[in-house]
C-alpha cells in the first residue's frame, strides 16, 4: 500500500472511459495496454484498493512497474494519454560521422598505394592515416572496416 498512500491515482469517469476503450477495443502496443490495466487497477476513486501484491500477481507486472506508472502519472500531473503513451526521448539521437564523403575519401584511400614499407593496407594502417587526415573525422578500425565491408571492398 505504501506507493497508493504516497501517489494515489484518482481518476475520473472520462479518464476511466477512455482508458477501458484503450485495453478493449483498437489495435495498440502491448506495453500502452499494460499501463493503462495498471492505472485502472490503482484507481482510488472507486473505492478500496487491493494492495500491490494482488495487483501486481493479478495483472502480470512486478510491483516496480505499478510504481513506475504511479509515479509517471503524478509526474505528468494527473494525464492519462501522456502516463500511458511512450516517454519522449531527452536527447536526439548522435548522428553518424560518417557521411557519403567521408566513405567516398576513405574507400579511395583504402584503393590507392599503400604506405611505403607496407605491402597492403591494414584497417589499422587506414585508422592510423585517416587520424591524420584534417577534414575525416577520427575514425575506428572496427568502423572503417564495417565501411569497406558494406560497399563490398577488400583490402588486398
Do not use: Y
Request: include cysteine.
Amino acid at each position: 500500500m505504501g506507493s497508493q498512500k504516497k501517489r494515489p491515482v484518482r481518476l475520473t469517469t472520462q479518464d476511466r472511459e477512455e482508458l477501458v476503450r484503450v485495453t478493449t477495443t483498437g489495435v495498440r502496443g502491448a506495453s500502452m495496454i499494460m499501463r493503462a490495466r495498471v492505472l485502472l487497477a490503482l484507481d482510488t476513486s472507486v473505492g478500496e484498493v487491493d494492495s500491490k501484491e494482488v495487483i501486481a500477481t493479478r495483472l502480470g507486472v512486478s510491483g516496480e512497474t505499478l510504481r513506475l506508472v504511479a509515479k509517471r502519472f503524478t509526474e505528468t500531473g494527473g494525464d492519462v494519454r501522456a502516463t500511458i503513451t511512450r516517454k519522449k526521448r531527452d536527447l536526439p539521437p548522435v548522428p553518424s560521422p560518417v557521411t557519403g564523403e567521408v566513405e567516398a575519401r576513405l574507400i579511395a584511400m583504402a584503393c590507392s598505394q599503400p604506405p611505403q614499407g607496407h605491402a597492403r593496407w591494414s584497417l589499422r594502417l587506414l585508422e592510423k592515416h585517416v587520424a591524420l587526415v584534417e577534414d575525416i573525422p577520427g575514425l575506428d578500425h572496427s568502423t572503417i572496416g564495417r565501411i569497406l565491408k558494406k560497399r563490398n571492398c577488400a583490402l588486398t
